[in-house]
């Protein structure tokens, strides 16, 4: 399976994006997590040691400029398109409890735009590493998702938008799924942080019933992953837990009758 978490920050779609990698990894599956996100927290609240000291792929600038052949200033400067970057998995992949990670990091559009040689190293990286298929991936981004070509896109399962119950985070979600359905990409939503009745009619309202993948309940104590805790550490009996697993499971499903859809044709 291979999946991604979306939407503006404080949403917990890291938290949710890591309680799937947990799950998936019980299961004895091979997953690699992708952190794709500005803000890299996805190593910390899966329990890796020293995860803020994982330096972002992005942020190797000798690196991709030696990949993409820039001799001097990448400002107006050819590059490469087609870096080598097969081996880029091997040397940067941590591992810890049977996940693998990678933090990727991205682009600040607004300072750099969406054409620069990190832009391109980095959907190449992504293209390289989706196209893999003895894995599952699971890519916590940010709400811009430009780093998915269509390529790449073609080759997720589907992105989930994350979305609290406010016209906020509202709006970013939609934001997401345009983005999304422009690379021709199955999207859903997911609530989360759901207290009430109201918080899921507001949801359902606003973004359709049909466009809804599900809810997860707002829990108390997760201010604890903030803190230093990881996930891999929460209790199996965790409400929110529980409906991600419901929602892994319904993805699976759905994996499972599109490969059978192939077979067939």
Known sequence: MKIAFAGKGGTGKTTLAGMMIRLLSEEKRQVLAVDADPNANLGRA???PGAGEIKPIVEMKDLIYDRMEIKADPKGSFYKLNPKID???EKFV???KGVSLIVMGTVDAGGSGCVCPESTFLRELLKHLVLKKDE???MDMEAG???LGRSTAASMNCLLAIVEPTLTSIET?????RLAEDLKMK???LGNKIRDKEDENLLHEKLGSDSMLGMVSYYEDMHNIDKGGSIMDLAGDVRPLLQIKEIKEKLLRAETKDEQKKVTR
Request: aromatic share 18%; no cysteine.
């Open 87 to 89: 081996d880029i998995p």
């Open 136 to 138: 599952d991936i699971v």
């Open 145 to 147: 998702i430009e780093h």
């Open 173 to 177: 979600a939609f934001r997401v799924k």
């Open 46 to 48: 899966l329990g890796f």
């Open 94 to 96: 941590k591992k810890r």
């Open 187 to 189: 999207t859903f939503f």
